[in-house]
């Protein structure tokens, strides 16, 4: 983007969205009515254009000729995070941070983030320009929105989102969306490793381009008259990632890969069966990582709903208190931390016996087994060495 300016880039993904909300609402894939607030002279009058009996089509099929896929992917991927977000809502987050923000309005449109604390950090220049807009629009700045401005080349990410209020120990959604493409090595690797620095289980979704547009950008279809507007807007792709090194790569900074989807893909999920003559922007990839390195043991539980995950502590619970009401405490195992999990407390916490007392306490357990187990198979053979118990 031009210093002193907003991201040209940014109004124009408005428009796309502004031109899609003006869909009936049973044939559009997303609904930003936000959006053609955004736009500045010319962009506006596309807008009136596309309200003209018949200008939307024209508008939309004049666009996709222009910039084959652009469109159509910015379209799809704003209903892919806005449902990625809405999912997260229902699983708990606590706070949402919009790195890179734009001109992105679901802090404004999605009624349930009003709840919560939203961070939208950007370019002072975008972001000055966003501001005077929702000024417009609602009088004042809706106070649930923390602005950080900031410039990802230069600045120090960390320090300024803790002035801003963020909470590291907090569940977190970060969303970053179309910014990678534009920024160095170093700036994504710096801005992933602190995204890994999020509580545990929080979740990153971000955008990135196929590392083979960089460099062989003709194998891609319309790419000749993207990159043309892009330098003409101050604007070019300096990064990206191979997909089949995304999983490793982001490993490699605390981060596990839970999808992986290309503008193909997406525009599938959203367009059905019209996508399959969509053409253009297919190196355009979303991905969504949670925090922490996958504990494939558990992995069942990134899968479960909010329902199914209380339902497994209930069975969790139910079995501790049978183990802890079945020994008695002092006459098995030694367990305050798994009795700790339990929210009525153990008090007071049993103490370990001496060896007599202990000896004959495993002989009255053994007692009992005899009593409530009378048909459980038995064994002869001795115990495993000691320390693997």
Request: hydrophobic share 40%; proline share 5%; with cysteine.
């Amino acid at each position: 983007m031009r210093e002193g300016h907003a991201s040209r880039t940014a109004e124009q993904n408005a428009l796309f969205r502004a031109l899609e909300s003006s869909r009936p609402e049973r044939e559009r894939v997303c609904h930003d009515p936000l959006a053609r607030h955004f736009l500045t002279w010319p962009l506006t009058l596309v807008t009136r254009l596309a309200a003209i009996p018949g200008g939307a089509t024209f508008v939309s099929s004049f666009i996709d000729r222009r910039w084959p896929g652009v469109r159509s992917s910015v379209v799809a991927r704003t209903r892919l995070i806005d449902d990625a977000i809405a999912a997260a809502l229902d699983n708990g987050i606590e706070q949402l941070v919009i790195l890179g923000a734009g001109f992105d309005s679901r802090a404004y449109r999605m009624s349930r983030l009003r709840a919560l604390d939203v961070f939208e950090v950007d370019h002072p220049d975008t972001q000055a320009a966003k501001q005077g807009v929702l000024k417009r629009v609602f009088s004042t700045l809706p106070t649930h929105v923390r602005f950080v401005a900031i410039d990802f080349k230069r600045d120090d990410l960390t320090s300024m989102m803790r002035s801003a209020g963020y909470r590291d120990s907090a569940r977190t959604f970060i969303l970053w969306e179309g910014v990678t493409n534009y920024l160095t090595d170093g700036a994504v690797d710096s801005t992933l490793r602190w995204c890994s620095g999020a509580s545990a289980g929080s979740l990153l979704l971000f955008t990135y381009v196929h590392r083979d547009v960089l460099t062989h950008p003709s194998s891609y279809t319309g790419t000749k008259n993207l990159f043309a507007s892009l330098e003409k807007a101050g604007e070019r792709l300096t990064f990206g990632i191979d997909p089949s090194h995304a999983p490793q790569y982001l490993a490699e900074r605390g981060l596990s890969l839970e999808q992986d989807l290309g503008a193909a893909e997406y525009r599938a999920r959203y367009f059905g069966a019209e996508a399959r003559r969509m053409r253009g922007h297919e190196f355009y990839r979303v991905a969504l990582a949670r925090v922490g390195r996958r504990d494939t043991m558990d992995e069942d539980l990134h899968r479960m709903s909010r329902e199914q995950l209380l339902e497994e502590v209930k069975k969790l619970r139910r079995g501790i208190r049978g183990h802890r009401d079945s020994t008695g405490h002092q006459l098995c195992w030694h367990h305050p931390a798994l009795w700790g999990l339990l929210p009525e407390k153990t008090d007071p916490i049993p103490v370990v016996p001496d060896w007599p007392q202990f000896l004959n306490g495993c002989l009255k357990y053994r007692q009992s087994l005899d009593q409530q187990l009378p048909d459980a198979p038995r064994t002869r053979e001795a115990y495993p060495a000691s320390g693997s118990a």
